[in-house]
T-cell receptor, first 118, second 115 residues
């Protein structure tokens, strides 16, 4: 089973709202990712968690706050977003690279959350 | 630096035609991994294939086939007898052995298969 689930599918929020995106996987993967994808562009990596610890933050603004409560769940907390943050937010999971940074494993993606910031 | 180029922004074919999506990559690493993903209008990126740099065998999976050629740094994807359900954006991606989890994506190719 290579399923990653994300909720909600669609989200509309105002610039002063606080909301959260949720991602869940039950493949036993220990690496989880958040990507942002604008229309007609490839996904851009935002955050990576490896063994529930944040390992990569691609200089993402602090209005995006990731959280990994356990090995199956990944959240993205949103606060004071801007209209330009409107995008498709994709979650992915994989077995983590080796501690030395090498090796790889396939990233499996969820269906995404389409976020609109008004 | 590494880079993935998908020169074909959009391709339109008629059902049952064969179509090849091109992917050219640049990397100085000797160990690396190449991927193809499909993104239908629903948004989910669907994993299609992974190849490591030491394995130049071509692969066939049903109507899909992949041609990996290190000599030309290409990893092309062919769909035989295309179907309307093949309509999607297809991304080629590269990952270095030492880049942690970072995938370098191409810009994607929008494939439209018309009935």
């Amino acid at each position: 089973d290579t399923e990653v689930t994300q909720t909600p599918k669609h989200l509309v929020m105002g610039m002063t709202n606080k909301k959260s995106l949720k991602c869940e996987q039950h493949m036993g993967h220990r690496a989880m990712y958040w990507y942002k994808q604008k229309a007609k562009k490839p996904p851009e990596l935002m955050f990576v968690y490896s063994y529930e610890k944040l390992s990569i933050n691609e200089s993402v603004p602090s209005r995006f706050s990731p959280e990994c409560p356990n090995s199956s769940l990944l959240n993205l907390h949103l606060h004071a977003l801007q209209p330009e943050d409107s995008a498709l937010y994709l979650c992915a999971s994989s077995r983590p690279p080796s501690l030395a940074g090498g090796g790889t494993d396939t990233q499996y993606f969820g269906p995404g959350t389409r976020l609109t910031v008004l | 630096a590494q880079k993935v180029t998908q020169a074909q922004t959009e391709i339109s074919v008629v059902e049952k035609e064969d179509v090849t999506l091109d992917c050219v990559y640049e990397t100085r690493d000797t160990t690396y991994y190449l991927f193809w993903y499909k993104q239908p209008p629903s948004g989910e990126l669907v994993f299609l294939i992974r190849r490591n740099s030491f394995d130049e065998q071509n692969e066939i999976s049903g109507r899909y086939s992949w041609n990996f050629q290190k000599s030309t740094s290409s990893f092309n994807f062919t769909i035989t007898a295309s179907q309307v359900v093949d309509s999607a954006v297809y991304f080629c991606a590269l990952k270095r052995e030492t880049s942690g989890s970072r995938l370098t994506f191409g810009e994607g190719t929008q494939l439209t298969v018309n009935p």
